[in-house]
């Protein structure tokens, strides 16, 4: 197994970790959690075919990083706000109790 | 190398697996920011020095304490942050669906032959970085701006709520 | 221009570089590596570990001075081993850990803080050829380096299972991240400037001297001044000193986030805070004051890093007068400061700093126009958005009961 396949399948691991925690899970910080891993995962993905790819001097996988980073915090902020206005309204984060809409 | 690439990755996983499944909210985010520090300790491994110091920088500098704050403003008992461990049927179904996907990568990527093309980390220096970025990409970095402003704003007025809304952080 | 380059090699300039290859030049290739970078982290660790227990006498002896008494002078002679005095204290204290308290983190918080700060000293030039860790993002580095070492003010507050220490911990995080903006924001300038992150081509960026008495360093010029002062203080509330030192003061919540610490690792806090204004102040001389260069040509002759070392006693010196002299900022007033004053200032210096860029060209007869207008944008918002802050705020008018 060459070391690219070792950094994908490492990737995929934590990937994995990552869709588990955000399905059993049922705080909404740690499924939040658990989708900052798997956009982790993604991006180690990109490290890894930008070092072991063709052309690394373009800097693609580099750049995507770089802006997966920062949409990745942008969206951990929003989430983050929503749990806060969610415990405003149901006084716990649980979201099984976030039923209030359903028919 | 691979001895190096082996060990960050069993600390990065095995962090990240104990942080998730752990009951006391705080130390789960304190483990799971060491399992980010060595997803950066891997960028740095493959070349990608400034994707390194940025992941470090935004996850571990700000990310984190945006998610503890969350945490200790969600409390309903003030003395500690426990949940309760999920229940062994949810478990067991998102540890097989996990595990089928993590497995399907695997697999799939075990059987491809891929042709490795650099055998030295490539170097990517900052200003080429700086001049692709101004450059060709201008259109993305601009739109990023606009979102990470957008996204800025949006989270604080969700967060705030409205002046007649009762409080209910401790 | 640049004056004509003296002997740059002299003996006293290679002589750290001598000392080090005797330690490790006869040693194979990967292990010179490795034996050459543990003398670096050894030499850095003395060094910072000596400056720090000066620092606490000096900041004594020149508090004490500023407020006409002599200090601390029982100990040795004139008080120079008072330091060593209250290491001993600090060492001998009994280590109390509160019954629920959260043992591993509470143990992790000073280890962390201390390792963190302490990273952040790899990157910075401290003489010609005396640079620990030359990567191409160290300015990155550096900062990645000190926004981590935040976390661990959160496990401290939070590992004391005590309400208060937590919300103490809470405003210090709050101030930190707050001032985390306005020190990058004033460094974005040096970088666009000099066009790189790789801090020993910053100081290369800054040599030279106009008729050999007037250095080019970034301070001497308005967009350099600016993000100099705003750098310096951040820097004073990064590093939780006074007047930003709400967060550790002894009048608010006992100790703040340090309430439930006691002995080496209360002393392992403080430790910590001094790394991070020695790292800060070191940053701020390498991006602003010219790191290792010597002010005059003719001074050349002057080892680099005495020159390095010159500048940031000058700077630490500061922030000891600094905390002689102001009052401390309330939590809002501190935030305040940081959002509506420094950022705005910050953004506009960047503005300052690619007008002075773009500008470099212009003929003789328009330079005093460039240094007008430049140190029009710096001065004028500075003005006008410090009289917006402190609109309604007046000269105090005292009333008297007997009137």
């Known amino acids: 197994m060459s070391t690219l396949q070792m950094c994908l399948v490492l990737s995929g691991l934590i990937f994995g970790i990552g869709l588990t925690a955000a399905l059993a899970r049922s705080s909404a910080v740690l499924v939040l959690l658990g989708i ?29 990083v770089l802006f997966a980073i920062a949409v990745a915090a942008a969206e951990a902020a929003v989430g983050l706000a929503l749990v806060i206005a969610l415990y405003r309204h149901q006084k716990s984060i649980r979201l099984q109790e976030a039923t209030r809409l359903k028919g | 190398m691979n001895i190096t690439l082996v060990i960050l990755g069993t600390v990065t996983v095995v962090s990240g697996a104990t942080a998730l499944s752990l009951r006391n909210i705080v130390r789960s985010v304190l483990l799971l920011v060491v399992s980010w520090f060595g997803i950066a300790a891997l960028f740095l491994w493959a ?9 470090a920088l935004v996850y571990g500098g700000a990310v984190s304490m945006v998610v503890l704050f ?12 426990t949940v309760p461990p999920p229940p062994p049927g949810r478990l067991l179904g998102a540890l097989i669906a996990g595990g089928a996907v993590a497995g399907i990568i695997a697999a799939t990527v075990i059987r491809t032959p891929f042709e490795l093309a650099n055998d030295e980390a490539p170097s990517l220096p900052v200003r080429r970085l700086g001049t692709l970025l101004m450059g060709p990409q201008l259109a993305a970095l601009l739109v990023a701006g606009v979102l990470l402003t957008a996204a800025l704003l949006g989270a604080v ?14 | 221009m640049r004056a004509d380059a003296p002997e740059i090699d002299s003996w006293l300039e290679r002589l750290p570089l001598i000392a080090r290859d005797l330690l490790a030049g006869r040693l194979p290739e990967p292990w010179r590596w490795l034996a050459q970078s543990l003398v670096a982290i050894a030499v850095l660790l003395a060094a910072f570990g000596l400056l720090f227990a000066l620092l606490t006498l000096a900041e004594r002896k020149v508090l004490g001075r500023i407020q006409n008494r002599p200090g601390p002078n029982r100990v040795g002679w004139g008080g120079i081993l008072q330091p060593f005095a209250d290491g001993i204290k600090m ?12 043992r591993l983190l509470h143990f992790l918080a000073p280890v962390a803080l201390v390792s ?13 050829r005396l640079l620990p860790l030359d990567l191409d993002s160290g300015v990155l580095y550096f900062f990645a380096a000190s926004a981590s070492s935040e976390l661990a003010v959160f496990m401290a507050g939070w590992a004391g299972r005590n309400k208060y220490s937590l919300l103490a911990a809470m405003r210090a995080l709050a101030q930190l991240i707050s001032y985390e903006l306005p020190l990058l924001l004033s460094v974005v300038p040096v970088v666009m400037i000099a066009g790189t992150l790789r801090p020993s081509e910053i ?22 001044f600016a993000g100099f002062a705003i750098f310096m203080v951040a820097a004073l509330a990064e590093s939780n000193r006074s007047p930003f030192d709400l967060p550790e003061a002894e009048s608010e919540l006992i100790a703040g986030h340090l309430t439930e610490y006691s002995g080496f690792k209360y002393a392992l806090f403080f430790m910590a805070e001094y790394f991070a204004m020695c790292a800060l102040s070191g940053m701020a001389v390498t991006l602003f004051l010219g790191g290792w260069q010597a002010p005059f040509a003719a001074l050349q002759f002057v080892p680099s890093y005495a020159w390095f070392a010159i500048k940031l006693l000058v700077l630490l010196l500061g922030f000891i007068w600094i905390r ?23 953004l506009i210096n960047l503005l300052t700093a690619a007008f002075w860029h773009l500008s470099a060209g212009w003929a003789m007869g328009a330079q005093p126009l460039r240094w007008g207008l430049a140190l029009a944008l710096v001065a004028v918002p500075f003005v006008l958005i410090g009289r917006g802050l402190s609109a309604g705020l007046g000269p105090r008018t005292y009333r008297y009961a007997a009137q």
């Open chain 1, 36 to 64: 900052e891993l798997m956009l982790n995962a993604a991006n180690l993905n990109f490290i890894a075919f930008w070092r072991f790819g063709p052309a690394p001097e373009t800097g693609t996988g580099v750049l995507f």
């Open chain 2, 47 to 55: 070349g990608a020095e400034f994707a390194a110091f940025a992941q």
């Open chain 2, 70 to 81: 969350a945490v200790l403003l969600t409390r309903r008992n003030h003395l500690d942050a």
């Open chain 2, 157 to 170: 007025v969700i967060a705030a709520g409205r002046k007649d809304d009762k409080e209910g952080a401790p």
């Open chain 3, 91 to 102: 060492l001998t204290k009994e280590d109390i850990v509160p019954r629920s308290a959260d």
């Open chain 3, 116 to 128: 963190l700060s302490l990273l952040s000293l790899a990157v910075i030039p401290y003489g010609r």
């Open chain 3, 203 to 224: 100081v290369e960026a800054q040599s030279g001297w106009t008729i050999g008495i007037l250095p080019h360093w970034h301070v001497l010029t308005p967009w350099g």
């Open chain 3, 324 to 346: 002689a002299t102001l009052p401390r900022l309330r939590i809002d007033q501190l935030m305040r400061l940081a959002w509506k004053f420094l950022v705005p200032l910050a």
